[in-house]
């Protein structure tokens, strides 16, 4: 590649919302077939509002919840902060806080060891999730639960929006002939619906972070070149070990800090850019 025109290729991807940080991402990005996305925080908008909460007593639920999630910098704790917040609740200090990446967030508070994420973390605790389960087919979103003293005191579903732009995002790389593959440590059922929702065909749920970088591992066994698009803590081995990582600038440091390029404002169409500017250089190139 000439230094010339890959300098023109990321010089126009810098003004339209993609920054290349390592040197040969904007080439590779050109022969890449397979792209994998992180659902929160990634397809979502990760600013997720709280709905209901199911508990004997759901002030305590969301007082113990909002205890350790004002120590997390995950995109589930603001909406549990916030929702603390608004019903005046005080913050109760947190010791020997521990964030697990794509299982949840544990701590002493009020004295109590308390664990705070998903259905399968608890179940991997020894902690029956079922005692607040309900028929509720139409739910979509989330739950989270939280345990005391290793017993189950209730759950909150978290409801997330879509991107706005993820849709018509999607359906172009589809035209653009790449294979896409969402992979989230969120439920299967969270996971279904928006995959769903999103005409994607295939997609990887309650994934593990190391497991999120084995999946595309094995695309890349294939024998093709694999992106994969990410925000959190949790997608840092994946985007470590794709051939090219990009992470959303509305997301972590951390995931940052690993990709080979950043998508400057948190806006997925600066994916397609991205992806039409590589292969145009490239095609100037050759
Ligand atoms: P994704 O892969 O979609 O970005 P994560 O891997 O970050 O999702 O999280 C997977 C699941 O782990 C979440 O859906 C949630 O149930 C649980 N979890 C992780 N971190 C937290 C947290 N700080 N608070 C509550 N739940 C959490
Ligand atoms: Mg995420």
Same mark, same amino acid.
């Given at each position: 590649a000439t230094p010339a025109? #890959?300098?023109?290729?990321? !010089?126009?991807?810098? %003004?339209?919302g993609v920054l290349f940080r390592k040197g040969l991402a904007l080439e590779t990005l050109a022969q890449v077939h397979? *792209?994998?996305l992180d659902k929160t925080g990634t397809l979502t908008m990760g600013k997720p509002v709280l709905g209901e909460i199911r508990a004997d007593n759901p002030q305590q639920l969301l007082e113990l919840a909002a205890a350790l999630e004002s120590v997390s910098e995950h995109p589930l704790a603001q909406a549990i902060v916030n929702a603390a917040k608004k019903k005046g609740i005080e913050v109760s200090p947190v010791r020997q806080f521990q964030a697990i990446p794509g299982r949840g967030v544990a701590g002493v508070v009020q004295d109590q060891q308390v664990l705070l994420g998903s259905a399968a973390w608890m179940q991997e605790q020894g902690i029956a999730t079922d005692k607040f389960d309900r028929a509720?087919?139409? @739910?979509? $979103?989330?739950?989270?639960? &939280?345990?005391? $003293? $290793?017993?189950?005191? !209730?759950?909150?579903?978290?409801?997330?929006? &879509? +991107?706005? %732009?993820?849709?018509?995002?999607?359906?172009?790389?589809? +035209?653009? !002939?790449?294979?896409?593959?969402?992979? =989230? !440590?969120?439920?299967?059922?969270?996971? +279904?619906?928006?995959?769903?929702?999103?005409?994607?065909? =295939? @997609?990887?749920? %309650?994934?593990?972070?190391?497991?999120?970088?084995? *999946? #595309?591992?094995?695309?890349?066994g294939q024998g093709s070149k694999v992106a994969f698009v990410g925000d959190g803590i949790n997608d840092a081995p994946a985007l470590a070990q794709a051939d090219v990582g990009l992470a959303m600038a509305t997301g972590t440091d951390i995931a940052m800090e690993t990709a080979d390029l950043t998508l400057t404002h948190g806006d997925l169409a600066a994916l397609v850019t991205a992806?039409?500017?590589s292969r145009k250089t490239m095609a100037t190139i050759r």
């Open positions: 025109a #890959v300098m023109v290729g990321t !010089g126009r991807a810098a %003004e339209l397979t *792209i994998c509720d087919a139409q @739910f979509v $979103g989330t739950w989270v639960y &939280l345990a005391v $003293g $290793g017993l189950l005191s !209730g759950k909150i579903a978290i409801q997330d929006q &879509l +991107r706005p %732009e993820a849709a018509a995002v999607i359906r172009q790389l589809t +035209r653009m !002939g790449l294979q896409l593959v969402m992979i =989230t !440590g969120d439920s299967k059922a969270a996971a +279904r619906q928006l995959a769903e929702s999103l005409q994607l065909p =295939t @997609f990887h749920a %309650e994934v593990l972070p190391q497991d999120k970088a084995n *999946i #595309v591992k094995q695309l890349q992806i039409q500017a």
